[in-house]
């Protein structure tokens, strides 16, 4: 694979509890993604801690056979990362205490960030934490039943510019002994919308002193991981929709943190190697190949984005419906097409606009939870993504 220059300082060792970190870079949950077969392939282009699909506090518990499945971890995963959403303190210690207790996990992370209205009209996801003492009773009780399991907490800025909520919960979850708090600089009105607000990331790094601080948002490429380092003085960085098609941003973030001069230029012969290993994986995790073909048609537009596939092949590939096919399909490209430049970077996946968040009724008149506001939570363990 091709590489270009790219000069970069040498990063802090960082550590989540007694786990240590040889490159301070962490994969974002992402429902839908970061299933087993996307972790592997990012870790084979580069280190980091790999985060699961978030998974339902209340699914572990019941003990579903999905989130069961979705729990499960390769051999090769040394680390086992799992992120759970919770909107209840019973539940939530109960989840964790399962995963504690069964040896099904080595790290479990929190989402407070979720920005998806189906879920904050209920009251989770980035809307909970305006409840600071319902927010700081979940985490407590998720880092006691944990035990040695080191917890993180992931969340966004508040709920909009007016309600911000991310200093007083990140002051709260460190209080309650988690291991890092990882900060998506936008609010739940911004959505995926406009720049993410870096200086936010800095803020929180002055009030937190005592564990790492983490930034998310925006990190398209190593650069942008060392810009958010040196602009905030986060402990580590957090990316998402960043390697969505891009696994290799995983090789560049580890060679710009350890201050070598690298990054990935690859080719089109390249990108669908990497495509069809990503099928590969899928297969084995699903353990049905029309199945794991019908999941990675959403990752085309991703994979060859800037990419010269023209648009009847790139909808073909859309509809790939086994090995063979897809293999016949990429039998069709210019395996010699070079790196397109500029035009494979940058952003990729849901940016939006910014949107008026979804409340329970009467959510932003009291910080505590009572009455109704706790009905409405009641039924908010839905299983979407966020951060």
């Not at 989402?111 to 009209?121: A, D, E, I, L, Y």
């Not at 929709?241 to 891009?246: D, E, I, S, V």
């Amino acid at each position: 694979m091709s590489t270009a220059t790219l000069p970069a300082p040498a990063a802090k060792p960082l550590s989540i509890g007694p786990i240590p970190l040889s490159v301070p870079v962490v994969l974002a949950p992402m429902a839908g993604i970061t299933n087993t077969a996307f972790r592997r392939l990012c870790r084979e282009y580069g280190a980091g801690l790999y985060v699961s699909e978030m998974i339902t506090s209340r699914a572990l518990v019941e003990r579903t056979p999905e989130s069961l499945r979705l729990i499960t971890h390769h051999e090769s995963e040394t680390v086992r990362s799992i992120q759970l959403y919770s909107v209840d303190p019973t539940t939530a210690g109960e989840a964790a205490a399962f995963l504690a207790g069964e040896g099904l996990a080595d790290h479990i992370d929190m989402n407070f960030g979720c920005p998806v209205p189906k879920v904050t009209k209920k009251g989770g996801g980035a809307a909970l934490p305006w409840k600071l003492n319902h927010f700081r009773r979940i985490v407590e009780a998720t880092v006691k039943a944990a035990g040695d399991i080191p917890v993180t907490v992931k969340m966004r800025k508040g709920i909009d510019a007016d309600h911000l909520t991310y200093l007083e919960a990140a002051k709260a979850a460190e209080g309650a002994g988690v291991a890092a708090v990882a900060l998506h600089a936008r609010t739940a009105a911004d959505f995926y919308s406009g720049n993410a607000d870096w200086d936010a990331i800095g803020t929180l790094k002055e009030t937190i002193t005592s564990i790492p601080v983490l930034g998310n948002g925006d990190i398209w490429s190593a650069q942008d991981a060392l810009r958010m380092v040196e602009q905030s003085g986060c402990d580590g960085i957090v990316v998402g929709r960043g390697c969505l098609g891009r696994p290799w941003l995983f090789g560049d973030l580890s060679a710009a943190f350890r201050g070598e001069e690298h990054k990935a230029m690859p080719g089109l012969g390249e990108v669908a190697d990497a495509f069809r290993r990503h099928a590969e994986l899928l297969v084995e995790f699903f353990d049905d190949e029309a199945k794991a073909c019908r999941d990675i048609r959403k990752h085309v537009a991703w994979y060859f984005k800037g990419y010269a596939v023209g648009g009847e092949l790139r909808a073909r590939l859309a509809a790939v419906e086994s090995l063979q096919h897809m293999d016949d399909l990429l039998g069709e490209l210019d395996r010699d097409a070079p790196y397109p430049g500029e035009a494979a970077e940058g952003q990729r996946g849901r940016a939006g606009t910014p949107k008026k968040p979804a409340l329970p009724d009467r959510w932003l008149e009291s910080r505590e939870l009572t009455g109704a506001s706790r009905a409405e939570v009641t039924a908010a363990e839905l299983h979407h993504s966020g951060g």
